[in-house]
Each structure stands twice: as structure tokens, then as C-alpha cells.
């Protein structure tokens, strides 16, 4: 009696350099940026565009704001001549108003900054 063949035993055929091929192709966003890639290069500059809008926005915020002022005074004179408590108004509304209104604009600025630059970082990281 002769006993039934076995099929042959499968055997996987792999290039060598396959894991490594695949690999090139899976940067790291991190490696990107740290090696100054075209890509790496590209996430930075949109980085750095989109807090350079940020700041332009908060300076006209500010300057319009600042140089509303006299432009107030000019258009109602008597703003400039009225005195409250025996302060002028003029005085009043730069100490009372337009100070804490920078500070307040100083903050946002440096609270959005820190978002925008928390979202660049968890894109790197997440990549």
C-alpha cells in the first residue's frame, strides 16, 4: 500500500529590501519638520503664516481702536472740553477704557497663539 502524497509546504518569497522600501514611504511629519523637508518646510510656513494673520489682526484691531480717539475728539469737540470728577474725559477714556482693552487684546493674542501652535504641534505629533 502506498501512503497518500502530501501537498508541498508553502513557502513565502520576500525581497529583502521590502520592509525598508515600505518604510521610505512612511515619513514621520515629526522627521519632516525636524529635517527641513519640502513638507516639513511647508507645515512651518503655514505655522508661521497663520500667526502672522493673527498678530496683523490684533494690531489693526488696536490701532483702530487708538487712532479712533482722536478722531473722536475731532469729530465731537466736546468730548475733548468736558471734565468728569475734575479729570479730563480724554484722560478717562485712555486710562478707563483703552488701556484694559489692550491688555485684554494682549491676552487673547497670546491665548490664540498658544492654540494655534498647540494644533501644529498635535498634527506633528499625530503623524
Known amino acids: 500500500m502506498s501512503t497518500p502524497e502530501r501537498p ?22 515629526r522627521r519632516d519638520v525636524r529635517e527641513q523637508t519640502e ?3 511647508t507645515m512651518i510656513t503655514s505655522l508661521r503664516r497663520t500667526q502672522l494673520r493673527l498678530a496683523l489682526l490684533v494690531l489693526v484691531g488696536v490701532v483702530v481702536v487708538v487712532g479712533g ?3 473722536a475728539f475731532l469729530a465731537f469737540p466736546g468730548i475733548r472740553e468736558a471734565r468728569i470728577g475734575g479729570l479730563a474725559a480724554g484722560w478717562i477714556i485712555l486710562g478707563v477704557l483703552v488701556f484694559p482693552a489692550i491688555c485684554v487684546a494682549g491676552w487673547l493674542f497670546a491665548r490664540q497663539a498658544d492654540r494655534n501652535e498647540d ?7 499625530r503623524s
Open 39 to 41: 513638507l516639513g518646510v
Open 119 to 125: 494644533e501644529f504641534t498635535e498634527l506633528v505629533e
Open 69 to 71: 480717539i482722536p478722531l
Open 8 to 29: 508541498p509546504k508553502r513557502v513565502t518569497v520576500v525581497h529583502p529590501r521590502t520592509a525598508a522600501a515600505r518604510s521610505s514611504h512612511r515619513r514621520g511629519v
